[in-house]
């Protein structure tokens, strides 16, 4: 199978769609809690839980690259696979979508912020997918998701009102 920019674009449109579905299937079981608050706190519990969907695969999905292809590690820029390769596709789909998706249901100054960030992602992620060039630099920046899945997590947990984590470290009680 040849890795062309077609192919990388269509597996692209796949997660943009794969992420729509997602993020609409988190409408089934939103907690009461959630709701009660309004549509905007509805909405953020989706796209937080949308996105530690992403960050679950594309976590594990890194560290299989550089597991199943030691050399990406040793040549960042002219070195890639096909599981490089489609990672980088995949997660342009979920950026694309995150985008799409605070566009459409967010008008705070933060939020072009974000996109903003989005913008510069397509840029660095695309012209990868497209040169299958700076793979490896695409892939040990995706290695931040791993990180993400216990801030989504966190997030979402303190957007259902429960205590956050943090204050039962011993460093943040009071004495």
């Not at 192919?7 to 579905?21: D, H």
């Not at 820029?77 to 967010?106: K, T, V």
Request: hydrophobic share 50%; charged share 15%.
């Amino acid at each position: 199978m040849e890795y062309n920019a077609e192919f990388g674009i269509l597996w692209t449109l796949l997660s943009w769609v794969f992420f729509m579905l997602v993020h609409v299937s988190w409408n089934i079981g939103i907690p009461a809690s959630v709701r009660a608050k309004g549509t905007y706190h509805i909405w953020r519990y989706r796209n937080i839980a949308t996105s530690w969907v992403h960050a679950i695969i594309a976590a594990v999905w890194a560290v299989l690259c550089f597991y199943r292809d030691p050399k990406l590690a040793e040549d960042l820029i002219e070195q890639w696979s096909p599981c490089s390769h489609l990672l980088i596709c995949f997660s342009i789909g979920y950026f694309l979508h995150d985008a799409m998706d605070m566009i459409a249901n967010r008008r705070k100054r933060e939020t072009w912020e974000l996109i903003g960030h989005h913008v510069v992602i397509f840029i660095c992620f695309g012209l990868a997918m497209l040169t299958k060039r700076y793979v490896g630099y695409a892939v040990v920046a995706l290695l931040a998701e791993v990180n993400s899945v216990f801030f989504a997590l966190a997030t979402n947990a303190t957007n259902l009102g429960r205590q956050s984590t943090r204050s039962h470290l011993p460093a943040q009680q009071s004495t």
